[in-house]
């Protein structure tokens, strides 16, 4: 069975075809600047590369594209689109709706459209995202897999905020989360890495990319999250603020004369590493500006990683103590020397890095043996979890948890 995974954007469309058989990748692709001059897509299929530059006005143009590349005698992977058994969705905001993932339906379309006031950028394009495979594709079936899904398990004392209780009844406004679906595969895979009984284990997951946030996961289950109604709060990021006073937006509106609008846009994008080193979002380049002596970009590198530590003890304190400690995404994985900066005077906790362990860029243990918190990397992979649920869902199997 071949399922295609599906991550749409307001401009874009990336995709996997996965074979089930075997987990393996058939091929990944990337169809960009959709209703934008240029439109193109490129294509990956064993080495091959299918490439072409055409007007897509839409989504469903882009998704035509999509499977005119996937069919491509030469460069493609399937010979006919019947080979696609499914097309499992990412959509970012499920609300308070969705505990898992789910099979499309017209109502559930309609609960993703309700959603749009908490994911204004990313609901409206999965909607576009499903609905262009729909008329594409009419025969396959949809699974929309939430990325705020896993988090729904938080009890009230986490997700609420102190403001007068009306605003979440009336305005749904409270601690949603992100990343679910990272955070729930590497928690789960770190219990059966680690050898650890998942029903009584207390993992702390730091998703650190682009975008960051961190989980305390109890027994399996999420207890509390570091991103809030938005992917705003929490750590400082490549392009946000992270958690700050919220006097600051009114503040910064009042004396820049900038709307709220504006000033959330400035938090949104050019805050974060970026707006703190003026050098860039990418933490690569904060590092080597950092050990080049940048002072901008060495507080920038400090503050990500005090946020980072804060929630470690934050986390461990909810769930009295902590088991295990993951690191995973684009810096979680990869930037030996974030890690250990995060990890050191730890040892109040029972958690010591091992320098030489920790050089790794694979799936790993980076404490010393003796510590007693372990501390892992786990690459993270969110498009095998929405294949898996999209594979369950059609064939009418229970979803993992
Ligand atoms: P993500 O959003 O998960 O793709 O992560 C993006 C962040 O990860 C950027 O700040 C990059 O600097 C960092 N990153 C991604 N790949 C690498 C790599 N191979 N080595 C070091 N850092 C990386």
Redesign the pocket.
């Known amino acids: 069975m071949k399922v295609l995974i599906l991550n749409a954007g307001s401009s874009s469309l990336k995709y996997q075809l996965i074979d089930m058989n075997g987990e393996k990748i058939l091929a990944k692709g990337l169809v960009e600047r959709i209703g934008i001059d240029g439109s193109r897509i490129n294509q990956k299929v064993d080495g091959k590369v299918f490439e072409a530059t055409a007007p897509m006005k839409t989504h469903t143009e882009g998704i035509q594209w999509m499977l005119r590349a996937l069919t491509d005698p030469e460069k493609g992977a399937v010979t006919t689109m019947d080979e696609i058994s499914a097309v499992g969705h990412r959509v970012l905001h499920g609300g308070e709706r969705f505990t898992a993932s789910v099979k499309v339906s017209e109502e559930v379309k309609d609960a993703i459209r309700d959603n749009i006031p908490l994911g204004p950028l990313h609901n409206p394009a999965n909607l576009m995202g499903i609905e262009a495979c729909e008329k594409v594709m009419p025969a396959t079936p949809n699974v929309a897999v939430f990325d705020t899904a896993f988090h729904q398990t938080m009890p009230k004392k986490a997700y609420l905020y102190g403001v007068p209780m009306e605003y979440y009844k009336k305005l749904h406004i409270r601690r949603y989360g992100f990343h679910g679906t990272s955070h729930r595969y590497v928690s789960k895979r770190a219990c059966e890495f680690l050898g650890l009984d998942r029903a009584h284990s207390r993992i702390i997951t730091c998703?650190?990319?682009?975008?960051s946030s961190l989980a305390a996961v109890l027994n399996g289950k999420c207890l509390d999250t570091s991103m809030g109604i938005s992917p705003l709060e929490g750590v400082l990021m490549?392009t946000r603020s992270g958690s700050l006073d919220p006097a600051v937006v009114q503040f910064i509106a009042n004396n820049e004369r900038m709307s709220v609008d504006e000033v959330l846009s400035l938090l949104n994008k050019k805050s974060g590493?970026l707006g703190v080193s003026g050098i860039s979002?990418?933490?690569?380049?904060?590092?080597a500006a950092a050990d080049a002596g940048d002072p901008n970009a060495t507080i920038a590198r400090d503050m990500l990683v005090w946020g980072i530590r804060k929630y470690i003890g934050a986390y461990a304190a909810e769930m009295n103590g902590v088991d295990a400690i993951v690191f995973t995404?684009?810096?979680?994985?990869?930037?030996t020397t974030l890690r250990a900066m995060v990890m050191k005077d730890f040892d109040y906790l029972g958690a010591k890095l091992d320098p030489d362990k920790n050089k790794t860029?694979e799936e790993a243990v980076i404490s010393t043996d003796d510590s007693t918190v372990k501390v892992c990397v786990i690459p993270?992979n969110e498009e095998l979890v929405i294949a898996r649920d999209t594979l369950a869902i059609v064939t009418g199997q229970p979803i993992a948890d």
């Not at 979002?281 to 590092?287: G, Q, T």
């Not at 995404?329 to 930037?335: D, F, L, Q, S, V």
């Open positions: 998703h650190l990319g682009n975008g490549g590493l979002s990418d933490m690569r380049d904060i590092d995404a684009g810096i979680g994985e990869n930037n860029r993270t």
